[in-house]
């Protein structure tokens, strides 16, 4: 009896497992930039749009910038400043992004500007 209940346990464990939807991750790179972006299959508390959350990375040759604009899905004009190593944290945003969503980030320093196109990993 036990080893039924053990293995009943285990299949729904298993199948609940599939069930919870694994986030969206979009990624892009140019020679300057390195973005990451994850967006949860989860609603945010009380708003119509999913918990956002990733990462930039500068990956040029020339000192780092100290401080650039960024647009990126729902976030526009935001200034940011990088940390030590280069990165920036994005934490706690809102998408509507879906898998067939086109996507992309554009980011301005120092009268330059890259728009990378951000791909479906």
């Known amino acids: 009896m036990k080893y039924k209940v053990l293995i009943l346990l285990f299949s ?3 199948i609940l497992s599939g069930c919870l939807e694994k986030p969206l ?3 892009g790179e140019s020679g300057t930039w390195k973005v990451h972006y994850e967006v949860a299959q989860v609603k945010k508390r009380d708003e119509e749009c999913n918990t956002t959350s990733g990462y930039i990375r500068y990956l040029g040759t020339e000192p780092m910038p100290e401080r650039l604009e960024l647009d990126i899905d729902k ?3 935001a200034i940011i400043t990088l ?3 280069g990165m920036f944290h994005l934490l706690n ?11 992309k980030a554009t980011i301005k ?4 500007t ?3 196109p951000l791909i479906l990993n």
């Open 93 to 103: 945003g809102c998408s509507n992004a879906t898998v067939g969503s086109e996507l």
């Open 109 to 112: 320093w120092e009268n330059q």
């Open 25 to 27: 991750i979009f990624v």
């Open 114 to 116: 890259e728009t990378i």
């Open 12 to 14: 729904v464990s298993i």
């Open 75 to 77: 976030v526009e004009g």
């Open 83 to 85: 940390d030590d190593n």
